[in-house]
């Protein structure tokens, strides 16, 4: 399903973006070439969702807006970057899928879709909320702190902020308690185990309603089993199963923006992350196609 | 548990065949080294299956029958060779396990199993139903097109045809519907998921009956997180222990041949798609000698 | 969490010991690169352990011992330098967390518990019952013998030894049986996919009471998917969320000693296995802590 | 220096075809993936050859004409492909560069280049020489049947064929001395390092003069220490900086075509191979460039 | 010949600095862990260097300083951190040896080490210039931009700045010739390989003279066959024997400082990368020794 | 090349002998694959040898004798059993190429060659002398023990004890002394490098003269780029094309025995190191066949 980038935006109604940026990781660098590997692997995938029923690309057009311009040395160029691209995309009315690169990028990310929507829910799957203070101390942006910097900048609505996956040793003790006040909505993996994906799915959408919903899929949410390729993998993780069910099950709600990120396929095997990261993103057009084909 | 290759057939109940054959992979060669590698990890492999409560060696007389003499470069020499091995084999009253390769070999191998049994039950554990007319437009034969062709064939019974774990993006909207047309039972990896290994292996059992079964393994209807090394891998598939329970779940059918596809050392790490490739085939053979030790 | 090895025994409660010895292994040699790999990726892991809501370094003095100073052409000579360098940390008043090596070094563990609590009952995650006669013919020691060895030597408390996640093919059809007899308990993996980690647990805590448990961990256990770099991989395991509610799940009991082995950095890949294995000790570290917390 | 595939031809003067193929391998297959992973290093190729004192796309109009639309289950069809791409480029005046695939590839482009220029000298770099009668026995195409298969058909000056690296163990005792009755000037591996890579540049000036110069490069020419990823390494080869300097020195000859072959990603690491192969093609290209630059 | 590290810098002479820094890299990121792996492999080492005749811990009281407290999102503040670093042992008498990271963290240390010993002669080993006035256009600071930087800052003595084995496409024609107007000498891949090691230590000493020199060892600047762990990997390059015995070859100028850059474990096999380079500074440490032992 | 192993030994000139022992290993475990996978890559191997213009196999006899039943728990009881394996061989009137295994392992077969040969010449191919007194202190038999225990026990003729490739740090300053009182004539990588390989080969001519000699070859002689599969690597070393030329140049000694050890796949990639390992031998058995035609 593969094709040529272009910045023509002319009926569009989905752009695919790149953000191949790793600067802002704490641990294991290389995530700069995820959006090049899962649209690599992305030759794999065809153009039939038979497990939601729709074939995308019948419903939707679809453009592989190529990558944002980032610069490695500077987080704040790339951020406005990040922001100006979907910015753009958003102007001529369509829906960013965003391939990464570390989490930081989902800040501007957020920001970006903040512009255009307003407060949005925010359906986050990681196995790290994400929420620190700071990660290098004194700097206030890298891939651990984008979800307290978004609530700082009054970017999400708190009301409807959930954090699937999360697990793992954290720096301190009151992590998760903090996190809470901040207002995300934590379900651990023990949760989420325990439930199961339909509870989880119910939960979600419960939760969102009508509002408008981002989608921000760290990979490292999956097991690293699955998901080896991956920066600070987490172990006891979810399935791939469970994390495809989880995403297919966001069918129905206000969808207005996706990103796949901490894909590193520097520690991947067999390629076997990135195709995992190209079929959730395949879900998500599907869902995009399944909104569109309702409306009519 | 390794042993030197023989064609010595007198008295033999089971003959391991390898088909080092990949020229009909639509992806990721390599399977011609599937037969060697999985060879090479049946080192780790010892007599007793505690599973299944018996010591195969002891009930049936196994030799290594060694590789069909392929030709890469000519699929319909080796597609005869293959048949040719086969009925070699069977007219000695031998059972035959076949180590592949790539899924094309179950064609030439259906067909020789059809001239000894007439039509034949399947079971088809794969991600993909292999029912395209054509992989490569305008030529028949490929490891995408082995059921139709076996269909179009007559080899099969199809009142008795079951895929098992299907997934994943399809070329063709109706994919699922014209293989249902063809006769093909579909058991996604959406249904296997809910209905659990046991109300599989029922459902394989009151399907299939007293028919001669044919059993046909694709190892890429395990999730590629256990089964990595494998050409066209297909995330959000089977565990292990589902599929060596569904194998092992088979036990009183009439069954009378196997193969175990699309094993591709080169994608693999650390041996483990080998070893539960190695590890099925030895799943089926202990379901070969409680046959014949029922028999008695 | 990492820290430079120490000897300084003082106010210790817990010493990480490492013990890089695999010259008592029979298929894949490398396990002596366990214990560094594994205190590298240590830096992963952060102080708070959330699901057993602890941060053991705030209620236990940690020290890493440093590694045994093994001999890898002589098993005597290295058993002993285990046994003298437990015993040295167990007459310090501390609690010994091993990270092996092979399974062998198990044995001169055992015996420097038993010097110190007598019988222990012993919680034994694996997938093989390491209770042969003999590994190599005529040679009593290897990692395959030795929990026969600990039993002859009357080390364990037979009313409460738990073998968990027990499966694969046996060199011996009544391999099991004699296990029994010699006083194991068995829960095969099949007897432990149906109980669930829960009953699991509930069955240890009735076997164990309030015996002193030790708890010997072989990473083999876990399903090759999850924990690919290990010696002697048997498909068909358990998932690591599994492994961490077991070991979670020890909570209240009285344990006195914990090892985990097999972990072969060669075979491994994204450092999956050694991130697992760390995982499992810091559960574990967790454990001591809530024990000492909750004597207070 | 990458840049979308086009089949416009107009005012080309050279077009880069891919031929993914590769059935026709008699061990390691897997060099279909030779041109993706050839375009995708050549992302870290600049424009300006300093070696050669050229900036090529300054003096030639390139394009990336995509791959021919192989089919691995028949070497015919896909023969005849390739002779019919390379044909409609050369009709269009353009010189083709060829990414391969195996060396069976060079056949169907020795057809298309004699068909345009005759008898054609060449300059066949390899570690074999491809001049068997039959690699599976009784079928005459495969990639170690190559060059014989050439000169049979009369498509080479046999005036003016050169083998150079030749070395390896050989099915044969009288393979060079039949490869010297067919025509072919055999440099051996030995010949070479003795030589020193000047003496073989003039060597292969004298012996080509003015004629029209094929040069067919087989990266299993280069040790495998430098080049890995290939099917059927041969210990003993020429490093990389000899090899840049032999294609360099061609500087002045009457070419009219090159492929580079048997490059096979899934036994490269670190890319290396694949970036030398981008290399060496970037530098015939230089050699285009000048040519042209000269003719001004 | 690893130790703990420590900032006592009490009495010390030579002082092991890592710089785990690698947001300036251009393709490949990853070298932050470049200096963790060096000192892992640095057990490989012992104490005697027989090609110097010298024990250099005999000579030399050593240290490892420990690492940079780099930050991945700031290079300005991580470059300010590095000069302080560098000042602060120098402050103490001692000599520093500093392993990378990128190319970018030379500049720092140039700074401080020209703030030591004023105007200093440079040995540049590498592939590529890093002379760039831009990587990331609009942006200063990167790996490729290095050593225009130290130049306009005059940090350099530009009668003494060598570039030893560059080689590669370049992206301006004219990159070769604005780096000697620059002030550096350039010795090209091709000029080294006719000189031969001996005439290029021969011309190093001739240049630097009794100047302090500064040797900055780019990785890359050896063949990616002996050097595959690299970012930006350049075929056709040194041996690793050639880059040992040119090292070696410094014995006797006036060194004052030393760091290996762009060491990359992620793309890596078997450590030989970070094996080369441990080696490296081991040849340095013991030319420090040399110049101790003589000035006794 | 491969063949079913036999230890019918009736007419054999020459056996193949694997030694999958690896516990006397001091750093990187795993040389016990080494036998396996030199038998596998050996299957790349055709019958003539075209450097030594001979075809083995038309000359001499050559069976696998299999492996040593070696037991990796005990080094005395291993040496015992290869000794008496190459005894076995030796009584049958047969020449024994060893295939390690670690190096500890020359010490039994310089054993068994000197109780048929009496004192022997040794031509020692190697990075590090293997002369210590002691590798793990107070433990007399390991990989770096071997020639000091041969030397002690009068198995060498010191008069022609050549080691060649010599290089790498040294845990004694007087390392090379010693070893040289021992009676070794130590020809270092840097001597071996100014000589050529020509040079060296007349001086082991000279050397040995008409003494019986025996070959052993560490394959850490070789440089890590040819070689990276092994334990010990020691960059700086000899080409793979060296390699070949010295043991080719050794035709026309008197050769009773060769070993090449210390090959470790699970550091290799691509088979690059175990292909060079099955040259080396296929060379030396050539010289074998070459010695018994020129008898006759």
Known sequence: MRQAATRDL????????????DSATSYRSGTRFGPRKIREVSAMLW????????????????????????????????FERITHD??????AGATVITLGGDHSITLP???????????????????????WEYDFEGFRFSHGTTFRRAVQENLLDTDAYLQIGIRG????????????????????????????????????????????????????????????????????????????????????LTLVGFDIVEVNPSFDHSDITSLLAANLAFEFLSLLALKKQNRK
């Open 10 to 21: 002319e009926n569009v109604d989905v752009a695919i973006l790149g953000v191949p940026f």
């Open 47 to 78: 153009g039939s969702n038979q497990a939601l029923r729709v074939a995308p690309l019948e419903h939707v057009r679809v453009i592989d807006y190529g990558d944002v311009d980032v610069v490695p040395v500077d987080i704040h160029a790339t």
């Open 86 to 91: 979907v910015k753009t995309i958003h102007a």
């Open 109 to 131: 990310l957020l920001r970006a879709h903040h512009a255009r929507f307003g407060k949005i829910a925010v359906v986050h799957f990681d196995s790290h909320g994400d929420m």
């Open 169 to 252: 040793s954290t720096s301190d003790f009151d992590d998760y308690a903090r996190a809470t006040q901040l207002g995300a909505r934590i379900i651990t993996i023990r949760d989420a185990m325990k439930m199961g994906t339909e509870n989880i799915v119910e939960t979600i959408h419960q939760t969102t309603g009508k509002r408008p919903v981002y989608v921000s899929f760290d990979i490292d949410s999956v097991d690293p089993a699955y998901a080896p390729g991956t920066g600070t993998p987490e172990v006891g993780g979810f399935t791939s199963f469970q994390a495809l069910e989880m995403v297919r099950g966001l069918n129905g």
